[in-house]
């Protein structure tokens, strides 16, 4: 990969569109409350600086930045003690599980609670502790390593102060002194906690580590706890998140098919059924398979909701007849969703946003989403107090007519099968292109342009979609029942963002049955990037050589003009054009 464009611009502050960016020079002299620009939505583009779009304040975006420091710390003993062939098995258990659990909380939309971000930065204080204790460990990067917090933890405010004072993007950016190495660094930071999300999904699954993923994880951050402007190293390690997430990824498919069976096409309910109910939204399905269990026989009703959705594919949750529909859209709408749902709302995993007080009482949160004033259901999930609360509400008075319904259920291996059906479609004339719309929706109004362009492709096109971004897909009026001219679907729904490996498998082995390369398929790829999730699923793709790639509404602020340029340069990495998505089309069906 050429590198060419990097490290000779470090004090610009604009690229080439008018849009600002933190220098190194000006970092010295800002004094924002807070410097938060992880996520597709940050203020102006440029960084939440007062509080978060997502409604992160700047205290807990302080507690992140030390949350993540001590991740880096713990991960360097933990590179250090496979080095030295440490063989206390409980000890790595623990920093496996925490490194994962501690990245997650850290993603947008998670964890706003202050006092459970304190308690992961307390636990990883233990962690390191044990590891000091061992003696005859040497960690790279020993003043990160013996990182001392230990006199902080019983103050917030202290471990704020540090945050805000030693640790935030502004200091980290200026320690390094260049602006392309700590774009490379933070975009593998971002990337990496995404990986980590990933993985925590799949703990909750298998109940197990791979050893081998857990030890390139640690590798990873011990590099990005570094200040070195190592610009070929750092380059090569967010890549290597890419590979990382590939995996992880992979892992995670099995681990769904293996626990849950094989996804089947399903129509899904999307209108009431009468009765009592609960709704559930979030990623984790075990938790929907053990709140399935204790609601059998209560005459309460489960409620999929945003990114739970494919759950109703999976033969080991669709046997459940209680498990009766889908209830609202994306995560953006559920201070609109959650009011509105006649019962208690549990919150398993990302996105969650501050609660409304027509609903705060009756929402519930797990694993590592946080809110304060929220009930937090424990580890050993026990939604008795979720049913009860249930019981005791009105629930929904009619069985809505007619019914709405949409189909999930589009895995790989579903999908897979109907590839000579695609192949021949497209050696006929029949099909002229395969467009993935898929990722992280959001509520900006310039999202509208995945359903345009969704909308407006021809109709000899079929429609890959995934992730929440596909309520901007499956919502359509205009492309609901539509099919290809063999009788296919034009949109398939492939699950949540959880599932994006099965575009990937898709996509490799289409290539391998026309006997090309990802980049000569009639595919293109529209990606709705937002959070961190995301950002791991665009590495894993650049990992693969994947090119064409269109990433939208905006680019990241965190991406400097010349590892852009980079980008572009060397996978043709390009921003959608939400002004004119006409052009957009024209390009995607000219294969460009």
């Known amino acids: 990969m050429s590198?060419?464009?990097?490290?000779?611009?470090?004090?610009?502050?604009?690229?080439?569109?008018?849009?600002?960016?933190?220098?190194?020079?000006?970092?010295?002299?800002?004094?924002?409350?807070?410097?938060?620009?992880?996520?597709?939505?940050?203020?102006?583009?440029?960084?939440?600086?007062?509080?978060?779009?997502?409604?992160?304040?700047?205290?807990?975006?302080?507690?992140?930045?030390?949350?993540?420091?001590?991740?880096?710390?713990?991960?360097?003993?933990?590179?250090?003690?496979?080095?030295?062939?440490?063989?206390?098995?409980?000890?790595m258990h623990d920093a496996n599980l925490w490194t994962l659990q501690a990245a997650f909380s850290t993603l947008t939309n998670v964890n706003f609670s202050d006092e459970s971000i304190a308690d992961y930065i307390a636990k990883g204080v233990e962690i390191q502790k044990k590891f000091q204790e061992l003696g005859n460990l040497q960690p790279k990067e020993p003043d990160v390593a013996n990182l001392d917090l230990s006199g902080m933890l019983s103050s917030l405010a202290d471990l704020e102060e540090f945050g805000y004072t030693s640790v935030s993007v502004p200091i980290r950016q200026s320690n390094m002194g260049n602006d392309d190495c700590f774009s490379l660094n933070e975009i593998g930071t971002y990337g990496l906690k995404?990986?980590?999300?990933?993985?925590?999904?799949?703990?909750?699954?298998?109940?197990?580590?791979?050893?081998?993923?857990?030890?390139?994880?640690?590798?990873?951050?011990?590099?990005?706890?570094?200040?070195?402007?190592?610009?070929?190293?750092?380059?090569?390690?967010?890549?290597?998140?890419?590979?990382?997430?590939?995996?992880?990824?992979?892992?995670?498919?099995?681990?769904?098919?293996?626990?849950?069976?094989?996804?089947?096409?399903?129509?899904?309910?999307?209108?009431?059924?009468?009765?009592?109910?609960?709704?559930?939204?979030?990623?984790?399905?075990?938790?929907?398979?053990?709140?399935?269990?204790?609601?059998?026989?209560?005459?309460?009703?489960?409620?999929?909701?945003?990114?739970?959705?494919?759950?109703?594919?999976?033969?080991?949750?669709?046997?459940?007849?209680?498990?009766?529909?889908?209830y609202g859209t994306a995560w953006q709408n559920q201070k609109f969703e959650f009011a509105g749902f006649p019962g208690p709302v549990i919150v398993t995993t990302n996105c969650i946003q501050e609660p409304r007080r027509a609903y705060k009482k009756r929402l519930y949160t797990m694993n590592e989403v946080g809110v304060s004033g929220v009930q937090h259901i424990g580890s050993d999930r026990d939604f008795s107090p979720v049913i009860e609360q249930a019981l005791s509400m009105k629930g929904f008075p009619r069985t809505v007519e007619p019914a709405g319904y949409t189909t999930v259920g589009f895995n790989h291996r579903v999908v897979l099968p109907l590839a000579a059906q695609v192949i021949e479609a497209v050696q006929q004339g029949a099909l002229s292109r395969i467009v993935l719309i898929g990722g992280c929706d959001g509520s900006q109004w310039d999202r509208n342009y995945f359903t345009d362009v969704a909308e407006n492709l021809p109709d000899d096109t079929l429609i890959l979609t995934l992730g929440c971004a596909k309520n901007r897909v499956i919502h359509s009026e205009?492309?609901?029942?539509?099919?290809?001219?063999?009788?296919?679907?034009?949109?398939?729904?492939?699950?949540?963002?959880?599932?994006?490996?099965?575009?990937?498998?898709?996509?490799?082995?289409?290539?391998?049955?026309?006997?090309?390369?990802?980049?000569?398929?009639?595919?293109?790829?529209?990606?709705?990037?937002?959070?961190?999730?995301?950002?791991?699923?665009?590495?894993?793709?650049?990992?693969?050589?994947?090119?064409?790639?269109?990433?939208?509404?905006?680019?990241?602020?965190?991406?400097?003009p010349n590892v852009l340029k980079v980008l572009s340069d060397n996978y043709n990495l390009m921003p959608v054009n939400s002004e004119n998505y006409n052009d957009d089309i024209v390009a995607i069906m000219e294969g460009k």
């Open 194 to 326: 995404g990986a980590c999300a990933y993985a925590a999904h799949s703990y909750q699954l298998l109940g197990e580590f791979d050893e081998e993923i857990m030890k390139d994880i640690h590798e990873v951050w011990a590099k990005l706890a570094s200040n070195e402007a190592d610009m070929e190293g750092l380059l090569a390690n967010a890549l290597r998140v890419g590979d990382i997430n590939t995996r992880v990824l992979a892992m995670l498919d099995g681990a769904h098919a293996d626990k849950l069976g094989v996804p089947e096409p399903t129509e899904v309910r999307t209108t009431a059924t009468e009765g009592k109910a609960i709704l559930v939204s979030g990623h984790d399905m075990v938790d929907l398979e053990h709140l399935l269990k204790q609601t059998e026989g209560t005459g309460v009703n489960v409620y999929t909701h945003g990114e739970m959705l494919p759950a109703h594919s999976y033969p080991a949750l669709k046997k459940y007849p209680h498990l009766v529909g889908n």
């Open 3 to 91: 590198l060419g464009a990097l490290g000779t611009t470090a004090g610009k502050s604009f690229d080439s569109n008018g849009k600002r960016f933190l220098s190194s020079e000006s970092s010295l002299h800002i004094k924002p409350d807070m410097f938060c620009r992880q996520c597709e939505q940050t203020q102006d583009h440029y960084a939440c600086t007062t509080v978060g779009v997502c409604g992160k304040t700047a205290e807990t975006s302080a507690l992140q930045d030390v949350l993540i420091q001590m991740v880096k710390s713990v991960s360097l003993w933990c590179v250090a003690a496979r080095e030295a062939n440490v063989s206390d098995k409980a000890l």
């Open 478 to 560: 205009k492309l609901l029942g539509a099919k290809l001219a063999n009788g296919l679907p034009r949109v398939l729904d492939m699950g949540q963002c959880n599932d994006s490996y099965s575009a990937v498998v898709v996509a490799l082995e289409l290539a391998k049955a026309l006997d090309c390369s990802v980049n000569d398929l009639p595919l293109s790829l529209v990606l709705s990037h937002l959070e961190q999730k995301a950002a791991a699923v665009l590495l894993t793709l650049l990992n693969l050589g994947v090119k064409n790639i269109r990433l939208g509404p905006s680019l990241p602020a965190y991406v400097t």
